[in-house]
């Protein structure tokens, strides 16, 4: 256990891999009656050690969840079940799904990458701009959605648990319909217009300068979206073919969740006009500049 300012510790769960850096990131917040963020996957091994973490008559008193994604909320139900706590988060999978991704999920277009926690049910819905406050801690659950519906931030202070939402060592992976490009945009102007201190991301060192990380993150993507147009300024082309016309430098084990990414930018792209389907809005579609 780690700890990183005064009321927040953190212990990395052992799951590295390519879309997780070190693991995910579980913090403690608080003393005494704590709070406990992310507990991880479902590893009873990180469940203990966040246990064995604790000062001696430490207990934790809630179970926060950031996304039911499967490297941040299995281990919540886990942890509950060691010590009673309630589990809180902004709802289940599909909750705060925008109504175009509604739509595509509603047509059997599943979603991809780090795996979503489907059985995920939280004991208590937190509420975008709720407070809860216990002991000597205190936290804000901001709904920050585009990485993932249900995604929550959490503010201590001048401090936000940013989750997957923002990261220093990588950018997002944004998967529809489970995740929204539009809904990301839009939740990076939030939270940018907040003036952390610090962001404590799920995966990866803190981020000390989150207005410089926030700008950098939205002008990655909007070049993003700007390649995607020069690409296909060369003619029509599917999710997989833009991909591997763009992604030229990117380790195979990667290709899948940029495909994805593709997929996100050509979906806000065609809600705003700026290219169109051959057909039905769907992964496999050709897709042209309007």
């Known amino acids: 256990m780690q700890g990183l300012e005064p009321g927040i510790r953190r212990i990395v769960a052992p799951n590295p891999s390519p879309m997780t850096l070190h693991g995910t990131n579980s913090y403690v917040i608080g003393t005494g009656a704590v709070a406990v963020v992310d507990p991880g996957p479902a590893d009873p091994g990180h469940i203990a050690a966040i246990l064995a973490g604790l000062a001696p008559g430490e207990r934790v008193s809630h179970i926060l969840v950031t996304h039911a994604h499967l490297d941040h909320s299995p281990g919540a139900r886990l942890l509950s079940q060691a010590t009673g706590a309630p589990v809180l988060a902004f709802g289940r999978p599909d909750a705060g799904r925008s109504a175009v991704m509604q739509d595509l999920a509603a047509r059997g277009i599943a979603g991809g990458g780090e795996g979503v926690d489907r059985s995920f049910t939280p004991d208590a819905v937190l509420a975008d701009g709720e407070v809860l406050a216990h002991g000597d801690w205190s936290v804000t659950a901001l709904h920050t959605p585009g990485h993932f519906c249900n995604h929550l931030c959490?503010?201590?202070?001048?401090?936000?648990?940013?989750?997957?939402?923002?990261?220093?060592?990588?950018?997002?992976?944004?998967?529809?319909?489970?995740?929204?490009?539009?809904?990301?945009?839009?939740?990076?102007?939030?939270?940018?217009?907040?003036?952390?201190?610090?962001?404590?991301?799920?995966?990866?060192?803190?981020?000390?300068?989150?207005?410089?990380?926030?700008?950098?993150?939205?002008?990655?993507?909007?070049?993003?979206?700007?390649?995607?147009?020069?690409?296909?300024?060369?003619?029509?082309?599917?999710?997989?073919?833009?991909?591997?016309?763009?992604?030229?430098?990117?380790?195979?084990?990667?290709?899948?969740?940029?495909?994805?990414?593709?997929?996100?930018?050509?979906?806000?792209?065609?809600?705003?006009?700026?290219?169109?389907?051959?057909?039905?809005?769907?992964?496999?579609?050709?897709?042209?500049?309007?």
Do not use: C, K
Not at 225 to 234: F, G, K, T, V, Y
């Open 154 to 290: 959490f503010a201590v202070g001048d401090a936000v648990l940013s989750g997957d939402h923002v990261m220093g060592w990588a950018s997002t992976l944004i998967s529809p319909p489970d995740g929204d490009l539009g809904d990301y945009f839009r939740a990076l102007a939030r939270l940018d217009a907040l003036g952390a201190r610090v962001l404590y991301p799920g995966h990866g060192a803190p981020v000390a300068d989150p207005a410089a990380r926030i700008a950098a993150l939205a002008a990655h993507r909007r070049e993003r979206s700007a390649q995607i147009l020069a690409a296909l300024a060369q003619g029509p082309a599917t999710v997989a073919e833009l991909t591997a016309r763009i992604y030229t430098d990117t380790p195979p084990a990667l290709m899948a969740a940029a495909a994805r990414n593709v997929l996100a930018h050509l979906i806000e792209m065609t809600l705003q006009n700026e290219v169109a389907p051959q057909g039905a809005l769907h992964p496999e579609a050709r897709f042209a500049p309007v």
